[in-house]
Each structure stands twice: as C-alpha cells, then as structure tokens.
C-alpha cells in the first residue's frame, strides 16, 4: 500500500509538474481528474466491505514438523465490491507460545465468495490458534482503507511424536504395588483386605483388635482394614509454565503421551485429568484404549493450553469426585510448581518434572529426546533435541 | 504518432497493436497451445521481417526523416537525416514499417504487463508532456484523457497484481466493475471540466501564463545559476528593473597574453516587443543545409573576426592568438562566453544548431561551467580599420572561400536581423528621421553610430534605478517615448532596434566585458575575476565583409572599453539618411514617473494584502474544521473504548452518558418502550456514578441493548442529511 501511496503521489507531482511546465489544458484536466477520482475512490472505501463475512477453516489436529492446510473462506454479501482487502492472519501454539503472521490480500466483487488457501506448520505439538481479528478494506486504487472488523479465529491440534520412556515409572513394578484393587498407602474401611497389623495406640476402635494376634503375641495388636481404590492411578498433567519454553511443553505432551501409553500396554487401570479451561471445569477421563489416549492428549493440548497459573491440581481437589486412587501421577513443566504437595493427603504422589534435572529431589533422572522419531531431523539435531526429565516420589 | 503521420495512415498501426494485444492475452490463458501459437506467430513475424526487410528499413527511414525534420523545426534538436531520395513505394514501405511497429509495441506493452515495470508504465505517461513540451504542440485533449485513463487502470492493475501470490485472492470482477467506474467518473468530471474550464480559456489565462512562467524559470535557475549574481535579464526585457550587481566573481578568466574583451552570452535576434530571442527553431532548421556548408568550408559566425583578420594585411592589427580558459564562477552556466575574436570554437560546438552561429549554449543538464578556447587578441578597438583592410583584401580577389561563404551568410544576416515592426519603423521616422530605403542598401555606419548615439544622449536619462515594465505595450517604444529613463539593457535594445531601421544588421548581446582596468598590471597566465558588476547588454551590428562588431550605446560605458575610431573606414558605401528631426516633446519630469510608479506599486500591495488576508482567513477555517472533526473523532474513539471497557462500572456510566446525549437529540423521536429503557438506564448510570455498589453484568447489558435500540430509533427517524450530520459532522456513531 506505500507502495502504492508513493506511486500515486509520483503521479500526481508529475502530473502538476506537466500542466504548470507545459501549460497544457490536458495535463491540468488529468490532475483535477485524478484527485477527483482518488476523492471518490477514497469515499467508495466507505460503502466497501460493510458486509464481508470471513470464515477460517482448518484441520482438526495435524502432525508436528508437517504442514497443514487451512482455508479463508470471503464472502462479499453487498453489491458493491470489495476493491482491495489486507490483513494478517496471525496464528500462535497456545502450549509453546510460538507465534507469527501470514498476510493476506484479496478483492471480492459484488455478492462474491473466494477462497484463500494458505499453509502452516509448527516445529512443536500444541493447540496453534489462528484469528483474523480486522482487515484494512482499500479503496480501487489502494491508497485510502479503513479498518474493519472480522473476528473470526480457528484452532488446531498438533498432536506429539509418540515414545516410549526409560522411567522406571512406565513400569508395573516401579509402583510396586501387590494389589491394584487396595490402596498401598493408607488404610481404609473395608475388611476385606488387611491394610496392616500394628500394635494398640490409644483412641484404636476395639473393633480393630487383631484378638487370635493379640494372645499370641501377648500384646494387643491392632489390623487395619485395607482402603479400596476404583482405579490404580490418576494421572494429572498440567500445560502451565511460568516462562515459556518449547522443549518443556513438548517434553511435558510427550511424557504425558507415554505414560498413557505405557499405562495402556501394562493394563494399569489408570485414568487422566486435565483441566479444560473452555469449560472451566476438571475433566476425569478412564484410560482404557488408544482412542482414550488420544481424546484426552487432544483435550490436554486443546483446552489446556492457555492457563495462567498451574490449576490442574486445585481444580481436582474442588471436586475429587467419589472415586479413590491409589497413586498419582503429576506431569508437570514447569520447575516452580509445587501443586503436587496438595495431593500428598490424597495418595501416593509421583512427580514427574520437564525441564529439571531434580537432583534434589532423589528421584531418577533421564535426558527425553523429544521428537527425536522424526526421521526429518538430522543426526545433530537427535542429539540436541532433549530436555531433562525427573521423576520422583512424595514423601 | 499523430505528428509523424497522417490521420489516414493510424488505421494500420492501431489495428495491428489492439490484434497483437488480444492476441497475446488470449495465448496467455492457453497453456502450452497458448505457447505454441505465441512462437508461431513470433516464426511468422520473423519471417516477415527476412522478406520485408528491405520496405521495412525503408519505412524506418521515411519515418525517422519526418522525425529529425520535427525535431530540428520544432525543438532545435538536430538529427542525421537518411537518403531517401531513391526509394521506390514509398507508401507501403511507410504501411509495412507500421504494421510492424505496431505489433512491437503491443508485446512491449503486453511485456511491460507481465513483468509489472510499473515504474516503465510511470515514465511511459510522461512522454506526452515531455514531447509537448519539448515540440510546443498541445496534443487532443480527447484522445490525451483517454491515453491517460488507460494508463492509470494499467497502472492500477499492474500494482494490485504485483507482490507476492501466495495468500491472495484477487477479483476481476471488482477490477472490472472499478474500472468502469472510475472511466465513468473520469468521462463524466471530463466533460463538465470542459464545461467550466474550457481548454481555449486555460491557456489564455494569466495565471497559467505566470505559473509556466515562474516554473521554467525556477527550473532555468536551478539548473544554470549559482544565486543572483547581477540582473542581466536574459534577453526577457519586462522582467528587467534596476540594475544592481555583485562584486562576486562571475567568471574567472586566465588567458595567456590578457587583453580586454567582450565576452558574449545571451544574443537576441528576434525582437518581440517584450523580450529578445534567439532564431526561430524552424527558421534556423531551414537554413541548416546553409551552415552545413558553411561549417564545411570552416566558416563560423562567430570566429568570422578572426578569420577575417587572416585575410588583413596589417602588422597593427592584433595578431596574438592566445588560450583562455574560462571558470564561470557565478555566471548564467547555459551559455558559453566568448570573445569576438575566438578563433576556433570548442570541442563538441562545431556542429550546427538552431542559434545559426549567434550564439554557443552550453551542453549538459547544468550548463558548462570550465572550458577554453583560442582567441586572438582585443580586434574590436580596431574594427573600423579591419573592416578596411578586409575590403582591400577582398578587392584585390584574396580569400576566395572567404568571400563566398561571407556573402551567403551576409545574405542570412539581412534577412533575419533586420527585421523590424512597422510600429517601431513608424516611430523611428518619427523620432530618427528618414532612415532611407532599406530594401536599397543600408545607412553608412558611421551616420547611423553617430546618428543612433546622438539621439540617445539628447532624450534618454542613464539611471540604474529603471523601473519594470509591466504594462502590454512594446518595451522599447515605452522606454523612448514614455519612460526614456534606463540602463544599458534598455539602450542597447533601443540602439539595436534603431540600426535595423538604418538597414544595418543588429543584435541585442548580454555577457561580460574584461575591461582595461582589469588587466592593468596583470601578467601572461594570470587568472582575471571578472566580477558581477561587469556583467552588459550591449548592441552589436554586422559589417559586411568583416561580421559582427560590438558598438557601445551605452552613454555611461563609452570609455569602459577601448573603442575603434569610427571615423576610420566606416563611412564607405550606405545611403544618406535625413537629419533628426528637433524632439518635441521633453521627458516627463522624474517626480511624475516616481509618483505613477508608487501608486501602482501601493494599488498593487492592497491586493497583495487582501489575498494575503484571505488566504489567512481560508487557512484558518481549514484549520478550524480540521480540528474540530479530530477532537470529535477521537471523542468517539475514547468512547468506543469505555464502551468495552473491563471495568463494568466505567462502561455503564460511559454507556448512560452517551444514552443521554441521544436523547438530547431528540426526546419526541423515541418509542415509549425506548423511554422506559432510558429511564432504566439513567438509574443504572446515576448508580455507577455515585453509588459504592458494584454494577452487575446483567444491568451492563440491559444498558448497551438500550444504547442500541435508542440509536436505531435515532436513525430511523432522522432523514438521510440527519444522519449524516450525527455520523461525519457530529460524530455520534
């Protein structure tokens, strides 16, 4: 459009400069004809693109490193065209915080409809949202426009790569668990299954006197009755990182990715929660076949990606809902969140931090290769695309 | 192409560009049939071009020849001209090389097209007033409107196509619709411009005149001058007031054996009334072939002095030649200063051009501010016995090539620079006397010298203090009849006009003088600053057989130079003129031309004073409207913000204020239901405003809907000017 203005104002400094130098009626005629065309071009920009209607199309979900297809679709509901429209279409990943700009420029005639096509890719997973928020609608000869609104934005998954990981938590053992029906961590009320024999405390039921026990040992001797657990673990993952970082993001999707797996593949009844923040509401979801797997990571990367502060945890205490687990899994990115810490009542707790080596914490340690099965990526890139991932239990 | 050809002969050009343009937009949507049927029609024209060859170079050659002739005649541009004496059909030659001209110009257009070379298409549009104004033709406003039209939708199109392609989608439906329009408004504005502004008064207009004027002008002195050094006019006589000068160097000049000269510049020939000018650009071009061979021969107008001193036998003649070198330091850079006595002309000046040797201007954009030549020492304060010797030397049949070249160009002087207005012939006899038959033979010089010289010292008053002339007579006639106050642009243009009425050739000279005050005490090689205040208009006379020779007219000048003793050889040959008759009039007292000129010059700031006041008050109400409009625009803006405010409690009292703004604007226009809203409103505004509670989301609501609908029922009961007043003037949505 400078371009354009810049051009224009060429023309008509060289238009004055031809009727002032040659003193010829012509020249003087197409200067005063050319600022009254420009005068009513500029008041055409007024009727102009009142009635355009812009709709962005794009793919549900799409594969990391590979581009996808969206589509613009214009429709021009007046009879008076749309000479010329600009504007950008800006698209950001909500989980990585990547961003950037497509420009976009069309014409529409009168009642008529077109259709831009443009490409995107993203070097990480994430929900990636694209809004054309307003366009500059010009004048026939682009040198006046005025702004105008088009609110229009849409969304797409880029799923992760999916891997399977060294930590001992993937395993059936790493819980060490002997039933997967009782929790392993604190007692219950269900006589059943003995959660543990112990001597007499004061304030013990007298019930819970262990009495065949209790004369053998000749002490009194309490027994515990085992707690109950609908499901083995619950895994929570939260998206929320105070300061934006690509590689964590990806490596929290990817971990999450895994331990679904992993957890699918070892018949570990496990169940997955994430907060959706379209809703504004905890979501619980069973974990039972890879369609499961993948609805939840969806949700995870398209609703939960645009949180403020870590809520995952908080909201499932709100409403922990009836059901009991005997672990939890908390997949987090972000080095400051100590969100797990609430769980700590509920069950045992197994945190498993991107982004940190948590030599601290005691817990075991492994460098995740993030994407590292995109075949794309050179061996140099192999190396350099890992993100240190910890894992540990609350005591 | 109008120029060079006839009406009848545009068919075949046109017709072949508008078939090779639909043909290459048609094979552009083909593919590679499309491709196929481009090379074909490119093997066809090729093989046009093998066996047409010979009538196209032909045509080539007619069609340049009319262009040179144009060219020369019209804008002095000299050009090689082919033989085309021997060419045998000469009208299908001249079809031939149309045909093929247009079909070139069609891809270069359709080239231009593809590529986007906007700025190809910018240049292409300035061709026309580059030719008008370089051949002085005004070309047909219909068809000049509707080139440009083109142009501009060219433009446009090549513009809203040119960029990058991805993630556009562009229309030809709304081109074409806006192209239409804007041929339509174009057409229609055309029309009703030609109504009001008809293009016969435009040229005629005063302001137009004056603009082109100052225009040129401006261009003239950015291009040629270095500030105002003194008011040598350029020969533009009204534009000539009081003489001031600087003492600044005009010219630096080193010369090997210094001596005083006239430097020539500025030489007028044609005399209008108002201003001096060189040749006539098509006179001087019909007299090409003239000084072709002339040139041929080695003769110059201007070093004809010098050349003739050749011929004089004559050891008191001065006979040094010498290099000068010239540095114009402050001087009018278009013209190249000369001395009469130059001997060769400089490099890259000996060709002919359309000043037929008066004159040598300057080549380049800027003019030519270093160069040198030969030239032989100060001949003028010797001219009288020059002129004689020559005469002797011609007697006696030496410099046959001399002679001849002199009398055909003796032949050109007198018919060009005689030329005189039956006016001013009218008011010479009056004034002068009988100058005699000038069809017979001139006044000898010295009569007229003396004549010319006497008339000037008894009735006209040297003054530097000259006032312009502005009024729509002839300046010269004003100057020896009415003012008769003036310096040496008025006198040597008076003295100039006056020996034309004595049959002798005469040119009005502006340039420097190196006086012999100069080079008093100045050594070989020396550089002379010939300061500003040496700039002079002088009047310079043809003298058959020895060429042009300055005389000074000047009363106040005469001892400034060296001058010949005019009763040496002048008085050879020449008809015998009346005596002058005893001056009837007296000049008008000093006090009554000052007292006219103070009037006019106090009438004339009165209107200056009202334009000015005028043109404050317009600018001050532009201003006043302009400001206006801001501040309301950006009201709406801030507006607008509140209105989507987070603050709940700032976007409902922003919200009743504005509610209560529409309702000042009429409360008999609203619907009782609108009424009720806006008393819901006003106590949900007042609530905001003064009360500690909080403002629900729900009552934020109900008062943007109530904004809404009293702004509809606004709309709907103001007329269309009512509503345009509340939306650009009032700026209430």
Known sequence: MIKDRILWLLWLVCMAGAAVITGTWLFAAVLLLTVLILIFSAGSVVLSGKKAVIKLHLPKASERMECFHGKMYLENQSAWPVFGGAGVLRWENLFTGEKGVIPISFSLGGKEKQVIGFEAGSNWCGCIRFCFSDWKCQDFFRVFSLKRKADTCAYTVVMPERQKGELSLFTREGFDMESFRYSGSRPGDDPGETYDIREYRSGDSIRQIHWKLSGKLDDIMIREKSFPVDDTVLILAEAFQAERDPQRAETVAEVFSAVLQSFMEQKISCQAGIYDHSSGKFRLEKIRTEEDRENILYRFLRYGSDAKTPVTVREYLKDPGIQNFANYVYITGDPQDKEAELLAAKGEVTIVECGTDGRDSGGEQVLWKYGSQNPKDSQKQHMENNCPVSCWKLH | ?733
């Open chain 2, 1 to 733: 192409m109008s120029v060079l050809t006839e009406q009848e002969r545009m068919a075949p050009i046109l017709g072949s560009v508008l078939l090779m343009a639909v043909f290459c937009t048609a094979t552009e949507r083909m593919g590679k049939y499309g491709l196929y049927g481009r090379m074909g029609m490119g093997a066809v024209s090729i093989a046009g071009i093998f066996l047409f060859h010979g009538q196209l170079l032909d045509g080539m050659a007619l069609y340049w020849n009319d262009m040179a002739d144009i060219l020369g005649s019209r804008a002095g541009i000299y050009l090689e001209r082919f033989e085309t004496a021997g060419i045998q059909g000469e009208d299908v030659s001249r079809l031939i090389f149309l045909i093929y001209l247009g079909i070139a110009a069609a891809v270069c257009g359709f080239l231009i097209l593809k590529l986007k070379f906007y700025l190809l298409v910018l240049a292409w549009a300035l061709v026309l007033p580059a030719l008008s104004g370089i051949l002085g033709m005004e070309p047909d406003a219909g068809t000049g409107v509707i080139f440009y039209m083109g142009i501009l939708l060219e433009l446009n199109l090549i513009l809203s196509r040119s960029g990058r392609k991805r993630h556009r989608a562009e229309s030809s439906r709304a081109f074409l619709t806006g192209s239409i329009l804007a041929c339509a408004v174009m057409l229609a504005a055309g029309i009703l411009l030609e109504q009001f502004m008809p293009s016969e008064d435009y040229g005629s207009s005063t302001l137009v005149t004056e603009a082109k004027k100052e225009a040129l002008d401006g261009i003239s002195s950015l291009r040629y001058k270095k500030g105002k050094i003194n008011t040598l006019p350029d020969g533009k006589l009204k534009e000539c007031g009081a003489w001031s000068a600087s003492d600044d160097a005009a010219l630096s000049v080193t010369m090997e054996k210094p001596d005083s000269l006239y430097l020539r510049g500025f030489v007028g020939s044609v005399y209008d009334g108002s201003s001096w000018e060189s040749l006539d650009t098509e006179d001087a071009y019909k007299q090409r072939t003239l000084f072709y061979w002339l040139h041929q021969d080695g003769f110059y107008g201007e070093t004809q002095l010098s050349r003739a001193r050749a011929l004089a036998d004559d050891d008191t003649l001065s006979d040094k030649v010498s290099e000068v070198d010239i540095k114009n330091e402050k001087a009018d850079s278009r013209y190249l200063y000369t001395p009469y006595e130059i001997t060769e002309l400089p490099v890259g000046y000996r060709k002919e051009t359309p000043f037929a040797d008066s004159m040598l201007k300057a080549k380049g954009l800027f003019g030519a501010r270093n160069y040198h030549y030969q030239a032989n020492g100060n001949l003028v304060k010797d001219f009288t016995v020059l002129g004689a010797r020559v005469y002797q030397a011609l007697a006696r049949d030496e410099g046959d090539s001399y002679r001849d070249d002199e009398s055909y160009y003796n032949a050109f002087v007198y018919s060009q620079d005689t030329k005189l207005s039956g006016a001013l012939e009218t008011l010479f006899r009056k004034e002068l006397g009988d100058g005699g038959n000038r069809e017979q033979g001139h006044t000898d010089y010295y009569t007229a010298i003396s004549r010319i010289r006497s008339y000037l010292e008894k009735n006209l008053t040297y003054s530097t203090a000259a006032d312009p002339y502005t009024g729509q007579g002839d300046f010269a006639e004003d100057f020896l009849t009415n003012t008769r106050i003036g310096h040496s642009v008025h006198y040597a243009t008076a003295a100039a006009l006056m020996f034309r009425y004595y049959g002798i050739p005469s040119r009005y000279v502006e340039g420097y003088l190196i006086t012999p005050e100069d080079i008093k005490d100045k050594n070989p090689g020396d550089t002379i600053e010939v300061p500003g205040k040496n700039g002079h208009a002088w009047t310079e006379i043809y003298m058959d057989g020895l060429g042009w020779v300055p005389v000074e007219m000047t009363p106040e000048y005469y001892n400034v130079m060296e001058e010949a003793d005019l009763t040496a050889g002048l008085e050879a040959k020449g008809a015998k003129a009346a005596a002058i008759p005893e001056a009837q009039d007296e000049p008008p007292a000093q006090e009554n031309i000052q007292t006219h000129w103070s009037l006019k010059l106090a009438l004339f700031g009165i209107e200056k004073l009202l334009i000015l006041l005028l043109a404050v008050f317009d600018l001050f109400c532009l201003i006043f409207i302009f400001t206006v409009c801001v501040l309301r625009i950006h009201a709406n803006r801030r507006r607008r913000k509140l209105f989507e405010s987070e603050d709940d409690r700032q976007a409902v009292r922003a919200m009743a204020g504005y509610a209560r703004l529409l309702y000042y604007h009429g409360p008999e226009l609203y619907s009782e239901d609108a009424m009720k809203c806006y008393r819901k409103t006003s106590v949900i505004g007042e609530k905001a405003a003064f009360s500690p509670h909080a403002v629900s989301k729900e009552e934020r609501k109900d008062t943007a809907l109530c904004v809404q609908k009293m702004k509809k029922e606004l709309k709907k009961a103001r007329s269309w000017y009512g509503n345009w007043i509340m939306k650009y003037i009032e700026r209430l949505y």
